[in-house]
């Protein structure tokens, strides 16, 4: 995999970086480690964390950074889910945090690990909530029939490659060469034409950030407007990129992911007895 390792430098190259544990010893004990095998050809490592009584298990999809599957835990994240009682389950894509190098299909990392929250909890159903990078890759994962996801949030997703990588000119003309050379892989991988393939899902929630330049609320509105199934775009009036939970909205955006979280899976459970 040191091709594609190679090949992700100039889109990741300073985020692939050795994972640090950001959690206490102590706090370690409440986790137990888990890996699956991803069609991306990468070890998919993640953390998992049970609560009792759990009314869903709930995957966290990380946005691009050098804290990986960590953003979660440093940012309260995780603290929010179990406290309100769900088990919670993250996770790093190929190439970040401790999973090594797969392929650019991020999405097959997604599946993944739907499967394997699935094989850990088959008595419950499956959340998503994907920031950023672990967003838009979630949409292209939502139309594979083998994702075992029944919700899920969309939090700063970009619409395609293109649109967010022309805010960065020397990964954007390394992915325009790559297109250039591989014409079916742009149309593969078009994450706003792929939404309109989402299947299993009862529900999916769109969140942005109205001052957000890199993911807009247009791509928001976008994605909603190709969606098949019930869904909802959300905004804040300010935040940066992928740090709704770090802005000034932060408490009634954790509050949505809460209501919203609590009443999929209510109803899901009526369904479903």
Known sequence: MNFYKTLKQPF???????????LTTEAQNHWEQVKVTSKSGGTIVGL???TPQAKATIVLGHPMGKEAKGYFLKNGYTDLLRNNGYNVLIFDINGFGESTHGNFFYFEDITAISIKAKELT???KIGYHGVSLGAQWATISFADHLHCYDFAIVESAATTLEEFWIHFPVAYRVLKTIYVFTPRLRRKIQMVNRIKEAQRLQSILFIYSETDNWTTVSMGKRFRDNCPIKSELWTVPEAKHAMIIKSSHSEAYKQKILDYFNQESAELKNEHP
């Open 12 to 22: 990741f190259g300073s985020f692939m970086v050795k994972w640090r544990n950001p």
């Open 48 to 50: 998992f964390a049970r």
């Open 122 to 124: 088959p008595q419950l």
